[in-house]
């Protein structure tokens, strides 16, 4: 939709527009949902595929989260300036307890509906007002505490939508966010950098003789291929966790997070056949290669599906 690409030019580009007028104050309506749906259509393409493997009314509550953590994280990244950006922020967060905006009425609809905590959504607002000042990590535990509060708090805020019930499945929520996260982090170092912004930890910079900042500035020194497979190795750490979780998660609910999980952690096999060289272009999966991925994701799904199945003959 052409108003949200336009936000960052409009003075009064979140709470006070258009959009407050398009649906009652007291439920969102059919517009309101659409909305929600074409801000993850246009933003998150393969958050958006993984959706249509659920119902359409849980598919819709996905959406609403998506968009409200995506007008928050547009508010960071195209704000005139920072303290407009604080400003901004603090009143999306008020939007949680009193929603006026047709993206924040759905996302408390959905948060009602399927019993979402609030607390994650408080905690991703947090973790965003971090872009705000200058980006710097000393070391993994504090770049992982950055990924939960941007990333996995979405785990967190999704896993009811796919049917998960057991609290002992949600830290792999958390990790699938995480390794979501951190996959986005080695993808972008090169744009991170020209915005002045670098996630990756000065502890592992350091251990591979890299220069923090040669590596903002697009020329990395010592050994920086190496620093990249070394992190995608994390993420990848992180991705095996979470299908630790799927069992908890209801048949669409974990055929979703395969499906998303799958597909976003190809971005990672795709940097390594770029040799790890994330300046020389940022790292695409085409949707025809996206489109090769579903078989394995649904052999993934029925050998899922047959070991929650009783054995025949089996007791106990």
Not at 46 to 62: D, G, N, Q, Y
Not at 145 to 164: D, E, F, H, S
Not at 241 to 248: D, P, T
Not at 253 to 258: E, P, V
Request: glycine share 8%.
């Amino acid at each position: 939709m052409a108003m949200i690409r336009d936000l960052a030019s409009r003075g009064d580009w979140l709470i006070r527009n258009e959009w407050l007028a398009r649906g009652d104050a007291a439920s969102p309506g059919d517009a309101d949902w659409d909305l929600c749906g074409e801000i993850s259509r246009s933003h998150g393409r393969t958050f958006f595929i993984a959706s249509h493997c659920l119902p359409p009314e849980r598919r819709k509550a996905v959406h609403a989260v998506y968009a409200w953590c995506r007008i928050a994280d547009d508010i960071a990244d195209h704000a005139p300036d920072p303290a407009l950006a604080a400003a901004e922020l603090d009143a999306w967060e008020r939007e949680i307890d009193a929603p006026t905006h047709p993206v924040a009425i759905a996302f408390a609809v959905a948060r009602a509906r399927y019993g979402i905590p609030v607390q994650p959504a408080r905690d991703l607002i947090a973790g965003i007002r971090t872009d705000l000042a200058t980006v710097r990590f000393a070391a993994w535990d504090d770049l992982s505490l950055y990924c939960y509060r941007v990333a996995g708090t979405v785990g967190l805020m999704v896993a009811p939508i796919l049917g998960c019930t057991d609290e002992d499945a949600l830290p792999h929520a958390v990790d699938l966010g995480r390794a979501m996260q951190l996959t986005n982090i080695l993808r972008d170092v090169a744009e991170d950098g020209r915005n002045g912004r670098l996630y990756l930890p000065i502890e592992d910079l350091a251990a591979f003789g890299c220069d923090p900042e040669a590596t903002i500035a697009g020329i990395p020194t010592g050994r920086f291929p190496d620093l990249i497979a070394y992190e995608i190795n994390r993420a990848r750490a992180l991705y095996r966790s979470a299908e630790e979780g799927y069992a908890a998660l209801s048949p669409s609910g974990r055929l979703t997070a395969m499906a998303g999980a799958n597909l976003y952690g190809a971005i990672l096999t795709r940097i390594e056949e770029m040799n790890c060289d994330v300046f020389a272009g940022r790292a695409r999966v085409s949707g025809r290669r996206k489109l090769r991925a579903v078989p394995g994701i649904a052999a993934t799904f029925v050998r899922h599906a047959a070991a929650d199945l009783p054995v025949p003959g089996a007791r106990g």
